[in-house]
């Protein structure tokens, strides 16, 4: 059931008719190429960093992330459109076959449940995402985002476009991941804007982590660490997200 501000589109059908081969041509296309580049640096930057162990790639979209993942130790990767699935499975088992990454298939509904525990991934990555859920599910998403976040969230969105008419809504992220998470990066580049947010307690303190915060570097920092070939599943738990999550 569509809530009357997205009743201007269908997320469902939009998707699965935009989704797919076509939209993996548009990612790999000379007029995406600048978004490309710089989404790559970013993402092969924070993961420098941050050295995840545990990733989700929440709307993953057909995988065109994927490659950058493939030397973070537990990947999970999640979409709504089955069209969209089909080719990131693909593009999963291509980049790494030995240790594929875990593709999950969003349910649209009133309630979708997929089982994750609290505080389970160090890293959670929204690009291209957020902007295309209404004003009235942003708050609830980011609350299940927290809640299945022990380390950072990362978004890309656009910088900034209102166009309710095209699905894309200019969400107020200070205001939102003000008491969920502690941005301790916001930049824009080539017309999208790139955030980070370490996640928020629930004592509202934000611990020391001994992470490296974005900006700054280690003394004598290496790469990501390489991957297990039989890394633990985690799926246990549900975790509850609101209807009108959609992915590009």
């Given at each position: 059931?569509?809530t009357?501000q997205n009743?201007?589109?269908?997320?469902?059908?939009?998707?699965e008719?935009?989704?797919g081969?076509?939209?993996?041509?548009y990612?790999?296309?000379?007029?995406?190429?600048?978004?490309?580049?710089?989404?790559?640096q970013f993402?092969?930057?924070?993961?420098?960093?941050?050295?995840?162990?545990?990733?989700l790639?929440?709307g993953?979209?057909t995988?065109?992330?994927?490659?950058l993942?493939?030397d973070v130790?537990e990947?999970?990767?999640?979409?709504?459109a089955q069209?969209?699935?089909?080719v990131?499975?693909?593009?999963?088992v291509?980049?790494?076959?030995?240790?594929p990454y875990?593709?999950?298939?969003?349910v649209?509904?009133e309630?979708a449940?997929?089982p994750?525990?609290?505080?389970h991934?160090?890293l959670?990555?929204a690009?291209?995402?957020l902007?295309?859920?209404?004003p009235?599910?942003?708050g609830?998403?980011?609350?299940?985002?927290?809640?299945?976040?022990?380390?950072h969230l990362?978004v890309?969105?656009?910088?900034p476009?209102?166009?309710?008419a095209?699905?894309?809504?200019?969400?107020?992220?200070?205001a939102?991941?003000a008491?969920?998470?502690?941005?301790?990066?916001d930049?824009?580049v080539?017309?999208q804007?790139y955030?980070?947010?370490?996640?928020?307690?629930?004592?509202?303190k934000?611990p020391?982590?001994g992470?490296v915060?974005?900006?700054?570097?280690s003394?004598?920092s290496t790469n990501v660490?390489s991957?297990p070939?039989?890394?633990r599943?985690?799926?246990?738990?549900?975790?509850?997200?609101?209807?009108a999550?959609?992915?590009?």
């Open positions: 059931m569509l009357p009743a201007i589109y269908d997320p469902d059908q939009y998707w008719d935009r989704g081969p076509s939209y993996r041509e990612t790999e296309s000379s007029g995406y190429e600048q978004y490309r580049r710089a989404q790559w993402f092969s930057e924070l993961l420098a960093r941050l050295q995840p162990r545990r990733l790639d929440f993953c979209g995988g065109k992330l994927f490659p993942w493939v130790p990947v999970h990767a999640y979409d709504r069209s969209q699935i089909d990131a499975r693909e593009e999963a291509r980049v790494r076959p030995e240790n875990r593709v999950l298939h969003y649209s509904g309630r449940e997929v994750y525990d609290d505080d991934f160090d959670i990555v690009a291209e995402v902007l295309h859920v209404v009235a599910d942003i609830p998403l980011l609350d299940e985002l927290r809640r299945i976040c022990r380390g990362a890309v969105t656009a910088a476009f209102t166009n309710p095209s699905h894309c809504f200019d969400h107020d992220y200070a939102l991941c008491g969920r998470f502690e941005l301790t990066d930049h824009a080539h017309r804007r955030l980070v947010g370490r996640k928020v307690p629930s004592s509202g934000v020391s982590s992470k915060p974005i900006g700054e570097k003394q004598g660490v991957s070939s039989n890394p599943s985690p799926l246990r738990g549900q975790v509850r997200l609101p209807n999550i959609v992915t590009t």
